[in-house]
Every structure is written in structure tokens, then in C-alpha cells.
């Protein structure tokens, strides 16, 4: 039998070209090895964004079409959304319970989202009851499946050791060994920066997106910094200095062509504008199958309606039977 991984992503809305190689690529890849569950973590966007819910439910739709675009396949990996599973809030009060108040207040990554609250907003922003809870409900996510792998970023890390911690204090405190201690299973993938150097970020204006036009990636990718010291375009270039253009070649391209960029660029016969012209039609090349499954997709929305609907139930039924061991474990009526 396959062991089973749970990951999430909130609906952040279309996704970037750091979601595809950072993670999207690996789930896809992970899904002929495991038995993967996916999911599109709302109630986690409502801790920060209850009060930003207008696109909620197109954002969502946005995240589950990338991922089809990209590879996931609904009949090998089961695709759903968190908010349609209220086992997931069932259990989400037990392992609540059994969780010290001090390890979500600890809770690296939660105080990095707390800090970020009070940049955005002022310190004297609310931090909700529920976004105290991100921890105990992300711990839920995995536990609901008893998976015993969580795909994710080395900045969820964090994460996962509590939902270890609430997985060992339940066992304890029950004396089972029903849940299995999840581990990180780490993304292993080519980072790739924003246009501006920075992390490639939605909110930055930095990103490419996978549904983006083959238009618009050209014109974005022309916005890419290059090697700052060179002044006209028979200047020798220094790839290595080219924090972006050339970074990107390297993700993209194959070794011949990296090689090619190099050579030209570091002999003066290779101008900057040419060269992300170059870049942005090679991204475009390599793009145009997803985007085109993409717009599949967008034309269909009762096919990915039924694909969520779908993925929910199998994942709700999976859910049960889990959360009815775990109400005989406790004893609850
Ligand atoms: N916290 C994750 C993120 O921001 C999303 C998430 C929610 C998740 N629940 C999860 C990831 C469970 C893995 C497993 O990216």
C-alpha cells in the first residue's frame, strides 16, 4: 500500500511561476508515489482575509485550475477543498483541546504572520482567536488523513513539528498509537526570484503568473534586471551578476543554451534586450502546454466544479472514517 501525504495551498488566487517550480511540479510528481490528498486550505485564508471574502470563491476555483494546468490529475490525486469537509472542524475541536495554549503562541511561523499583520495594518490590529488556531487547524489538515508525509516549503517546517508534538500528546493522553507523526517531505526545486530580485510575490508585482498571455510574459519578462554595470550592449556582460535575466535562464533553459547565453553575453555579442527576448519566448515555449490545458479549463467550469465536488466527497469519506475511530478513541458518545 501507498503511504498517504496531505499538502495545502490557501487560495491565494492565479498562481506564479514560484508556485509552479516550487511547488505545484513536486505534488505532481509525488502523486505516482503516494496516495495524495490536495487541497485549497480557505478556512485557512479567512485567519488573516475574514473580512476580504468577495473572491474567495473565484480564487479557489483560480488554484485548483493552475494545479490542473500543471499536471495534478484528479484521478490519480484527490483534489479538494478544505471548507467542504466539516470533519476537518470536528477534529479540529479535539486536537484544540489537547494542545498547550503556549505552543501556538510559540509558533515561529505564526509570529512572522502576526508580525506582518501589525506592518500592514498597525499594532494595534487584532490578531484573531482563529489565526491563534492556524497551527492546531494545519495539524488538523494532516491528521484528518492520518498521513504520514506533508509535502511543503522549509518555511512550514515549523508546522509540522507542532502537528508532531499534537500527534504524540494525543497518542499519550488516549494511550493509542492510532496517528501516525507526519513528516516534511522538502520541496526540492529551483527558487526562483521576482523580476525586481526580490521573492516572487503576488502582492510584490514581481511575478509572472501561469495564466498569464504569452504577450504579457514577454513584456514582463523585458522588466527583468539585468547586469547593472553594463551600459550599452557591446559591453562585456557578467552573467553571474545578472541577478534575474540570467537566473532564469538557468531554471529554464537547457545546458546548451545557458552555455550559449554565457559565452555571447561575457564577449559583448549579446545585448540585454535581445537577450530577455529571447528569455521570454523560451518561458513561453515551455508554458504554452499548462496554458493551454489552462484555457481548457476556463472554458469548462462545470468540469472543475465536478472535479471538486468530487475530490471533496472522496476525501470526506476518507475523513470519516477517521474521525469515527478518533470520537471511539476519545469516547464520545
Ligand atoms: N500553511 C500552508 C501555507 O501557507 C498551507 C496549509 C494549510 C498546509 N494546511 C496545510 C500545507 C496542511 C500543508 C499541510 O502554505
Known sequence: ????????MRPTGKLHLGHYLGVI??????????????FVADWHALTTKYDKTETLKQDTIDVVIDWLASGIDPNIATIYVQSLIPEIAELNIYLSMVTPQNWVERDPCLKDMVKIIHTKEGTNSQVSYGLLGYPVLMSTDIMMFNATGVPVGIDQVAHIEITRDITRRFNNIYKTDFFNEAKPILNHCSLICGLDGNKMGKSFQNDIKISDTEEVTAKRIMSAITDRSRMRKDDPGHPDECQVAFKYW???????????????CEKG??????????LGAL?????????????????????VEEIIREGSKKARTEAQKVLSQVREIIGMY
Open 1 to 8: 500500500m501507498k503511504e498517504r501525504i496531505v499538502s495545502g
Open 25 to 38: 511540479q513536486n505534488w505532481a510528481e509525488l502523486q505516482h508515489k503516494y496516495e495524495s490528498f490536495f
Open 250 to 264: 538557468e531554471i529554464f533553459g537547457d545546458k546548451s543554451q545557458v552555455d550559449t547565453v554565457r559565452c555571447e
Open 269 to 278: 555579442l549579446r545585448g540585454c534586450a535581445d537577450c530577455k527576448r529571447q
Open 283 to 303: 518561458i513561453n515555449e515551455k508554458f504554452a502546454p499548462i496554458r493551454e490545458k489552462r484555457r481548457y479549463y476556463e472554458a469548462h467550469p462545470q468540469e
